[in-house]
């Protein structure tokens, strides 16, 4: 089997550069063209894809090992989607009759 980084040491961290180089190369081979990728991307892509899925915020957290919530809480695009918004989830619970 081979590496999953060519030239490092297993189990051995790799720096931010080399983890970039290592991502462009991975993307060409796919065929993705992104200006400017990054590794925060693949980062930044989990926490919103969860955080759309409906997973809670502290456990977005947990998993993305944030120390304060306020950072996992920048990634939360839908919250401003009006159907997540507290005013309108109660809105809703108050007409369903229950």
Known sequence: MGKACPGSVAGARIDRNAATRRLKHL????????????????RHTFVT???DAGVSLPDVQIAARHADPRTTMRYDRARKCLDRHPSYILAAYMASGT
């Open 27 to 42: 993307a060409a081979g796919a065929g993705i063209r992104i200006p400017r990728m990054h590794p925060h991307m693949l």
């Open 49 to 51: 894809t969860v955080l």
